[in-house]
């Protein structure tokens, strides 16, 4: 059977590049498509499943990342524009075999319940903390007010970010006194 020879086929890497990014304090390359957001190369090519997908319109927090210490959307930032930035996920938060203050105080004060928005809350409540170590109850509450979670009524996480503090060697501004692990302050 004669036909029109067949199209050639489209160069399957067409729309691909290598993205040099800095993840956690390791310089790492990747190819992916020019398209990809931060939240897709983080997970799908770096293996970094600690940031979540979540309604990926910028309405949840769940995919948040630091870019350069400050709260960025991974699943609104195209990848490509974010190399030569410092990104830090969840992943890196912990240093020399220890936890970040904040984990070991979500962990204690049971801020985290299912823990799907739990990873966009750590890295939005370490950019507070790093900026602003003693922070009033009020600047947690905004700094956080871009996080939304189905579970914990958010107490608990105001709470959790105030005994970081405390953990931390400082005392919060709210002067409220932390409860033993696992209690309440109300
Ligand atoms: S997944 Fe990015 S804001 Fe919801
Ligand atoms: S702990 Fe379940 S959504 Fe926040």
Do not use: W
């Not at 940031?51 to 991974?74: A, I, N, Q, R, Y």
């Not at 319940?113 to 950019?127: D, E, H, I, S, V």
């Amino acid at each position: 059977m004669t036909g029109r020879p067949a199209e050639p086929s489209q160069d399957r890497y067409e729309g691909t590049v290598l993205l040099s990014l800095d993840v956690n304090g390791e310089r790492r390359q990747v190819a992916a498509r020019v398209e990809k957001t931060l939240l897709e190369v983080l997970r799908e090519e770096m293996g970094l499943t600690g940031t979540k997908h979540g309604c990926e319109l910028g309405e949840c927090g769940t995919c948040t990342v630091l870019v350069d210490g400050k709260p960025v959307l991974s699943c609104l930032a195209l990848a490509v524009e974010y190399q030569g930035a410092a990104i830090r996920t969840v992943e890196g938060l912990e240093g020399d075999g220890r936890l970040d203050p904040l984990q070991e105080a979500f962990a204690r004060n049971g801020a985290a319940q299912c823990g799907y928005c739990t990873p966009g809350f750590l890295l939005a409540a370490r950019a507070l903390l790093d900026k602003t170590p003693n922070p009033s109850r009020e600047e947690i509450r905004d700094a956080l007010s871009g996080n939304l979670c189905r579970c914990t009524g958010y107490l608990k996480i105001f709470e959790a970010v105030e005994d970081a503090i405390t953990l931390a060697g400082g005392s919060p501004a709210s002067g409220v006194r932390r409860p033993a692990a696992g209690g309440s302050a109300l």
